[in-house]
């Protein structure tokens, strides 16, 4: 299943088809361009993409496949867990110096946002910030990366993604024991694993980043395909995709059910088409 349309909308043939026919929300939302220069082409991402254990959860989750299916990713993941090891590399991060204290709070995906709204006028009426207003901070890693994401549209690693904000939600977690990443980890539940102080997780809102592994077996996920782990860029393009959401706030009740599963759907008061 698409993970994206889960978000947003419904993965659902018959659903999904219902929110398009009755014009639900139009959203403009980011898209990641990422560009790997041993690689003839340019891909995209809406998802985001991992490096360090999100990397190798990819990489050995495609091997075990044919085995267990789904349940692949939970081997996978307790493979990588059990094997832990830093990753050596170097992070360049374009932060801005000032994103909008807005960006840090929860945006609600399907529905309304007021920084994602804010944020697509900004880009469309206004130039490109100047580079004075952002700068590149630079990572090590001292004893590799555990992991490295780059995200647009997940929320358990990072809580304060939106759709729309024209940055990427980049976070880092240097050298760990893996009771310490296991006790850490629970606190993505409440989203207390980033901490003003940044001492285990490192988070940015950014415009580019640029990631350099030292060890192409150090493979990168970018929205479930594996690349080789060499130097890639990622770019935030914004406001450039159209996708149907769920529901709108500002919309009316209606009692249309879909194939009479009582289902209470939300219509806006203007369908876009």
């Known amino acids: 299943e698409c993970a994206f349309a889960k978000m947003v909308s419904y993965v659902n043939p018959v659903s999904a088809a219902w929110v398009i026919l009755k014009g639900h929300k139009i959203k403009a939302i980011d898209v990641l361009k990422i560009h790997q220069a041993s690689r003839d082409k ?46 050596p590399g170097t992070l360049k991060v374009l932060k801005s110096r000032s994103p909008p204290q807005e960006c840090f709070q929860p945006c609600p ?32 890693g001292e004893g590799g990366f555990v992991v490295v994401a780059m995200l647009k549209s997940e929320k358990a690693l990072a809580p304060y993604v939106h759709l729309s904000d024209g940055y990427v939600d980049v976070l880092s977690v240097g050298k760990v024991g893996r009771l310490e ?12 694993h980033i901490t003003p102080d940044q ?31 060499k130097e890639i860029r990622v770019d935030v393009v914004p406001s450039v995709l159209n996708v149907f959401c769920t529901y709108d706030k500002r919309a009316q009740r209606s009692s ?9 759907w939300l219509l806006p008061v203007s369908p876009p088409f």
């Open 42 to 87: 340019v891909l995209y991402s809406i998802c985001g993409c991992g490096w360090g254990l999100a990397g190798k959860l990819a990489e050995d989750s495609e091997a075990m496949r044919s085995t267990y299916g789904p349940a692949r990713y939970l081997v996978s993941g307790l493979k990588s867990f059990v094997n832990l090891r830093g990753c």
């Open 109 to 140: 995906f399907a529905s309304l946002c007021a920084v994602c709204e804010t944020a697509a006028r900004r880009n469309n009426d206004t130039p490109p910030p100047n580079q004075e207003e952002e700068e590149w901070e630079v990572e090590h």
């Open 181 to 192: 990443l296991l006790r850490r980890s629970s606190k993505i539940l409440t989203a207390s």
């Open 199 to 229: 001492e285990f997780c490192k988070y940015w809102k950014a415009k580019s980043v640029i990631l350099r592994p030292h060890n192409s077996d150090d493979k990168i996920n970018v929205d479930g395909e594996v690349l080789d782990g």
């Open 256 to 264: 249309a059910t879909v194939w009479g599963d009582g289902t209470d």
